[in-house]
């Protein structure tokens, strides 16, 4: 699946990744990776692979501003808006990270921004798109219905969409988060990101397999809301109906720019159960003692879980994606939370 010779026409350059890093840069936060040992014996009773330095290492975004790595992408598509776009104002469609993400970055530019979110969105993550100012519209059973409803807004109001991943601005934007990755650790062997529609894992693999080609990156997706798979197995887009815990990973579709970017730098995606992410949940919150939301925790249980190709003494970092989990919820998943083989008995 993954090469890098002969760039496709929807592959997001690496001079754009480092061009857009310097618009993203002093506006966002450069998250920490933190080090876990007891991961890393997680991972040596799943796979039996010992790490480098004994040590699992995690992106932290769940600390990056609004709560997850969404504002890195957000941001450069603000960034490109004409003068015409940033007075009309933008819209766009999301489940809560991106909204939250484009609330923030457009209050930050002073450009309105709609958020229109499924009628049963997380009511912490409505709230803080209202808190980042944005107007937000509730509408639909499910995500087809919201995007329907937008775009009877957008074209209604004249209003410029921002793509919550299936744009290059945006694409470029996460792929700083690749770059970070790569100077703070050089010698990384394995990268595991969460997929949704795909325009984190699409930016920071451009970034990692041009930078360093020898770098391996793994995709995860619930079983249940796995639009990257599918488009990858049937060669073209696919609308499905996500259903999982992990609402952030629960892209209708993937897109064209996701599609071809995950086909041509990916190593492989595996799927998920919802009972195995909370696990994710549960491990990072009582040995790590950090919150994330299920999405923010779906790479860290593929690891602990034994489900990426890992070998004796690599380095292996997962990107935890967000934080943004309603607390009180927190107690209820943690109890839906599957075991690990390196659970004690």
Known sequence: ??????????????????????????????????????????????????????????????LQKTGSFKPRGMTARVAALSA?????????????????????AGHDAGVPTTVVMPAGAVKTKVEACLGYGAEVILYGAHVGETFARMEAIRAERGLT???PFDDPDVIAGHGSLGLEILEDLPNVDVVVVGIGGGGLISGVAAALKERRPSSRVYGVEPTESNAMSLALERGEVVTIQPHSVADGLGAPFAGAWTLE????????????????ILAGVRFAAQRMKQVLEPAGAAALAAVLAGRIPIHDGETVCVVASGGNVALDRLAELLEMAGRLPGDPP
């Open 84 to 104: 015409e776009q940033r007075r009309a104002g933008i819209i766009t469609l999301s489940a809560g990270n991106a909204g939250q993400a484009y609330a923030w």
């Open 261 to 276: 970017m995950c086909r041509h730098y990916l190593d492989g995606i595996v799927l998920l159960d919802d009972p195995t």
């Open 1 to 62: 699946m993954c090469h890098t010779a002969g760039v496709p026409d929807h592959v997001v350059p690496l001079a754009r990744i480092l061009a857009t890093r310097e618009t993203v840069a002093p506006r966002i936060h450069r998250t920490p990776i933190l080090g876990s040992t007891t991961a890393a014996r997680y991972v040596e009773a799943a796979c039996g692979a010992r790490l480098a330095d004994g040590r699992l290492l995690v992106k932290a975004e769940q």
């Open 161 to 163: 969409f921002a793509h």
